[in-house]
């Protein structure tokens, strides 16, 4: 007889919050996750034009420590992490020898000896192993993903929402920068971070602070963004916002079958200065071109790519599948993601493609991202 | 939760409202349904025009993240489309009962009209 595991289904700090709002909840890699407050739509026109809260706690902390940490990162992901002075992040991956995708990731540098590594929530049991198992510098590595709650507050009033709960002046910090602030000074947090990035295509914050001053940090920004109409904006929102800006989620458009060079992730992989996991495979792939390429495409005819669909030339070879898809808010048409075959004649702009699905097609063009700008 | 008391339903969350000689019959998905599926953004309507078996697909109902297959809850010949929809979607939210129906059928067995839920049955169904 096999054993069945129970899988403990986990709560983010604001879980108590989400009920109290009206919010319709869902199970999201492991974690009850408000889906949505006010509806999709409605949250996400809300980010698009005033701000939005959303909770993402469930998002995975690991802090790097010691003398090996920057060689510890470095080795580990396929960004330039010299790039990185104390108070800047970087978007990354970390890849298996064969160059697919382990998870995406945010590198923060909080000191020359201490990096933050945000990862997603339904990889940080892999992701941890695969850190520990992956030391040579012998960094201290600690999952501190259930000590961290992390809010993010999204769109153009975002920064004069977060600046009314906070005297750090946040007009200075650039986007991919963040101040981490003294225990103690912001709602009793030990650890409190204010980041200057997002995943929604808007200016935005995010901010890191302890599990248990979660409730506190949600409130006082609610209280703070009534004046700016700021809505709770859940899961699916931030899908269709991310989606809109064209920006991959790991498990559709990233993934261990998947190299971040095919994923148009090329500027973020760093072939020329000094070795990380996977980059053997990838200055193979860069040499030969990856043999299909991630495209973007908006619909031209009625109807939603959904992940999955076949995409297929004009002419009805099939050339690729949906990695995302979904109606987008502001255009109101069908937005999505999908891999196609690395040719011209299917990958350049404009190019007409058809999305099919259950014996029925539609037709889409070929566009680059964002969506909602063109 | 809305679920008017002249109506009639299936477990499929659908409502029937029978016209008064019975021949024809308006159908639309419920107020919990909507309420579930969320923001509704398009409606592909199959079988227009067509003659369709009870419980066969009609067509699909998309929200923003998901797409449920739509079922006739009496057999009959699919005589019009709630064109309205075309544009306006979200009808479908907002009116579920009125503005928001979906289909006409013309009905071929009138007589199963006998095996829908009433207003109190679809009510316990959507309780548990």
Redesign the interface.
Known sequence: MTEKKAIKIKRTPLFDTHVGLGARMTTFAGFEMPIQYSGIIDEHHAVRNAVGLFDVSHMGEVMVTGPGAFEFVQQLVSNDVTRLIDGKALYTVMCTPQGGVVDDLLVYRLAAQRYLLVINASNIGEDYKWMMSHNPSDAVLENISDQLALIAVQGPRSFDVVQKITDEPLGSLDFYHFMELKPDTFFTCQTAILSHTGYTGERGLEIYCDADRAPAVWNALMEAGAEYNIKPAGLGARDTLRLESGFCLYGNDLGLETNPLEAGLGWLTRLDTGDFIGRDALLKIKETGPARRLVGFVSTERGIPRQGSEIQSEDGKVIGSVTSGSQSPVLSKGIGLGYVLNKPEFTAVGTPVRIASRGRSFLAKVTRPPFHRT | MSIPKDLRYTTDHEWIRVSDDGSTCKVGITHFAQSEL??I??L?I?ALDEDVAKDDPFGTI?A??T?SELFMPLSGHVDEFNEVLDDNPELVNTDPYGEGWIILIQLSDPAQVEELLDAEAYAKIVAT
């Open positions: 969320g923001d953004v398009y592909e199959d998309e923003v993240k797409v």
